[in-house]
């Protein structure tokens, strides 16, 4: 295959062509392969040719899926909730109370653990999150054999629970996975979800003794919201709750309403340039324009956690103002999250639905999470392809460019780095002078310096 590197290699620091600051982690960046105009049956064959050369035979190539994870039982809620709040990217403490942040988090995973226990009790017992994120990696692994010939393993990295990042990590390295397609399970950026995965590797592959080895390259996508196929995925499902209701629904409750609710984050997020909000009103406006006319599109945010404030409107203020104003008619669609998960399943379909009915809103549907959605998997399939083809971003770059990682990280970063590039200059120097010498011992005395160590 012939290496293209899209991104310059040598530089530490660049500017984006929006005059935006990158910093380019040159150790991860992945070859990107490049291939010509050809028919999609050529572009299959020289696919396959890129990634798997005869003489190797395994692809070595990876799919890393990031995700939240979840309890799979009552006994592992406290455990998750203390590893969730123990992470800095969703509890921020100013500096100087860093230290406070595991004594907190175990405070705050106690008191919420009874309220948590309850509502995954009422959906089973756990989450279905590993479920479905399995299902979706096997599916993806298949449709990426079907439809491009493309061989890989797939690897599941959860957060906060069960498989963990890191062993999915230590699996990648035991595989010796050679190139690696980084792809976050979460449609839309922020940095209290995809961020703070990538954080976690972005520490891993930056430490000298990394669990993976150096020479893996890799690249990540981190966001995919706009995608065509996943917008069109999402607008289908909905379609089939918009035709869902009946004459009658129809003739006695108007027009139909669609309700985006997607997950919040709090204000500050956004105000400190998390772009979760911007992407999701993008995402919303984009499939919002693929409703059959005369339905009313509204979005609102759900699970606020704590006294702070989060992005606005609520979902539970919305309900009730939509009641009022004599919706009947209404599709609630989950739009931060691709599977079903206990704030689709408890909140959505128990909390609200009840405000709901309560508000006068009777006609209620829900949109199922894409799961397994077939539109959807062979979006992502497409994705990986995409991505193997034309890396974009590595760790640091995602992290640096979604505002993951603050000024003083990335000089330390640029510190780190530059003292790697002087140390590669020294010894390069040295490398040249101890040659140039060695010639000139052999030249003056005529014989090689090997064989006068009897070699
Ligand atoms: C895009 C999705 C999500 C964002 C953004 C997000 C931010 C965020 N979440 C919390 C606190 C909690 N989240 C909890 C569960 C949970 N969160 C998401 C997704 C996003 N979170 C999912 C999919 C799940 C469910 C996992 C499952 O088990 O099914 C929980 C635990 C449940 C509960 O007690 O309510 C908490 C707590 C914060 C504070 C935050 C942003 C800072
Ligand atoms: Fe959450």
Redesign the pocket.
């Known amino acids: 295959y012939i290496p293209v590197p899209l991104v310059p290699r040598s530089g530490i620091l660049k500017k984006n062509t929006n005059n935006e600051r990158l910093i380019i982690d040159k150790r991860c960046q992945m070859s990107p392969l490049q291939f010509t105009q050809s028919t999609s049956k050529q572009r299959k064959m020289e696919l396959k040719a890129a990634i798997i050369p005869e003489e190797i035979g395994d692809p070595k190539v990876g799919v890393l899926f990031l995700n939240?994870g979840?309890?799979e039982k009552s006994t592992d809620v406290e455990g998750f909730?203390y590893n969730?709040f123990a992470d800095p990217d969703?509890i921020r403490l100013p500096p100087l109370l860093s230290t406070l942040q595991k004594p907190i988090a175990l405070a705050i995973s106690k008191r919420?653990a009874p309220?948590?226990r309850a509502?995954y009790n009422s959906i089973g017992g756990g989450?279905p999150?590993v479920k479905y994120t399995t299902q979706q990696a096997n599916l993806i692994s298949a449709s990426l054999i079907k439809n491009h010939n493309l061989n890989v393993k797939t690897y599941i990295g959860m957060r906060y629970w069960y498989p963990f990042t890191d062993q999915a990590l230590k699996e990648i390295a035991e595989d010796d996975i050679q190139s690696l397609v980084i792809l976050p399970l979460?449609p839309?950026f922020?940095v209290?979800?995809s961020g703070s995965s990538l954080r976690l590797l972005q520490e891993e592959f930056s430490k000298e003794e990394s669990i993976v080895s150096k020479k893996m390259k890799h690249t990540v996508v981190d966001s995919w919201y706009n995608r065509p196929g996943y917008v069109k995925s999402v607008a289908d499902l909905i379609k089939i709750e918009l035709e869902s209701f009946t004459t009658e629904e129809l003739e006695s409750g108007g027009k139909r309403h669609v309700l985006f609710s997607a997950?919040g984050?709090?204000q500050s997020?956004i105000d400190n340039g998390d772009p979760?909000q911007e992407q999701i009103i993008e995402c919303v406006e984009k499939i919002g324009g693929e409703m059959p006319e005369g339905v009313e599109v509204h979005l609102s945010y759900q699970?606020r956690?704590g006294p702070i404030e989060w992005l606005r409107p609520y979902t539970d203020d919305v309900l009730p103002t939509l009641g009022s104003s004599g919706v009947k008619n209404l599709v609630v669609v989950p739009i931060?999250?691709v599977s079903e998960?206990?704030?689709t399943l408890e909140e959505i379909d128990i909390e609200y639905k009840e405000l709901a009915l309560e508000s006068g809103i009777t006609n209620w549907r829900r949109c199922p999470a894409l799961n397994t959605d077939e539109t959807f998997i062979n979006d992502m399939a497409d994705l990986v392809v995409e991505s193997l083809q034309s890396p974009t971003l590595t760790v640091t770059e995602a992290c640096v460019n979604n505002n993951c990682i603050d000024v003083k990280e990335i000089s330390q970063l640029i510190d780190a780095d530059k003292e790697a590039q002087v140390a590669e200059r020294i010894n390069g120097r040295f490398a040249m002078l101890g040659i140039v010498s060695t010639l000139m011992v052999e030249l003056a005395s005529g014989k090689s310096l090997l064989h006068m160590f009897g070699l």
């Open positions: 939240l979840g309890p909730l969730l969703i919420r309220k948590s509502a989450s999150i979460y839309q922020s209290s979800t997950h984050v709090p997020y979760y699970s956690v931060s999250f998960h206990i704030e």
